[in-house]
């Protein structure tokens, strides 16, 4: 793995040294609808919970694969997220899977600005508008809120609560145990001054 300005915070487990837990965990990923397992990014900090984990990744699978919120606004809400607490190894995950589901290249690089997409659709705007809302004053408006009941209906809506609050969890998690990019990858964004 790539050094990242600073030093991983949890040692870095190899698949030899599991215990019985850890390797359930690692099998429970690999047979969900990830259908891979790399002991990298929030997995690799789950590993020390299995318990936790295993409860983590379930819901992550779930958010991420099983929800009536379609994938491009899903992938958008996880930028969202990734740009708002400066999670680097989320946004270099999602970015191109974002891309991938039909966000453009210009509303990536808006959202990574920390800006309001210029020329994003309706739906991601609504997305994009409900969530900033949520996460700078922990409150919806209504006129938020409609917006964006009118896109995902009543369910979609719960679910993008959800999706919201899980990758707010993931970059907490990422930040706290200062998860390293894979190597040759540049951090997408600045790193914030230290105490």
């Keep these: 793995m790539a050094k990242s300005m600073q030093s991983p915070r949890l040692p870095e487990l190899s698949e030899g040294t599991l215990t019985a837990e850890q390797r359930a965990l690692a ?23 299995p318990g936790f984990g295993e409860l983590a ?15 491009r606004l899903s992938e958008f809400a996880i930028l969202v997220t990734a740009q708002h607490w400066k999670a680097q190894y989320e946004w270099a995950m999602h970015a191109p899977m974002a891309e991938k589901q039909g966000v453009t290249p210009d509303t ?3 959202i990574q600005a920390g800006r309001r997409p210029k020329k994003a659709p309706r739906d991601e705007l609504a997305v994009y508008d409900f969530a900033k809302e949520l996460y700078g004053d922990k409150r ?40 390293p990019l894979p190597d040759g990858m540049k ?9």
């Design 27 to 49: 099998e429970s990923i690999k047979s969900g609808p990830r259908g891979q397992f790399k002991m990298a990014g929030p997995f690799a900090v789950y590993l020390h919970s």
């Design 57 to 71: 990744q379930k819901l992550g699978g779930h958010v991420r694969f099983h929800t009536s919120v379609p994938p």
């Design 108 to 110: 990536i690089r808006d």
């Design 140 to 179: 919806v408006s209504q006129p938020s809120y409609n917006r964006l009941r009118k896109v995902l209906g009543d369910a979609g809506t719960v679910e993008l609560v959800g999706i919201l609050g899980y990758y707010a969890m993931v970059s907490m998690t990422l930040n706290t145990f200062r998860v």
């Design 187 to 195: 951090p997408p964004f600045k790193e914030p001054a230290r105490k």
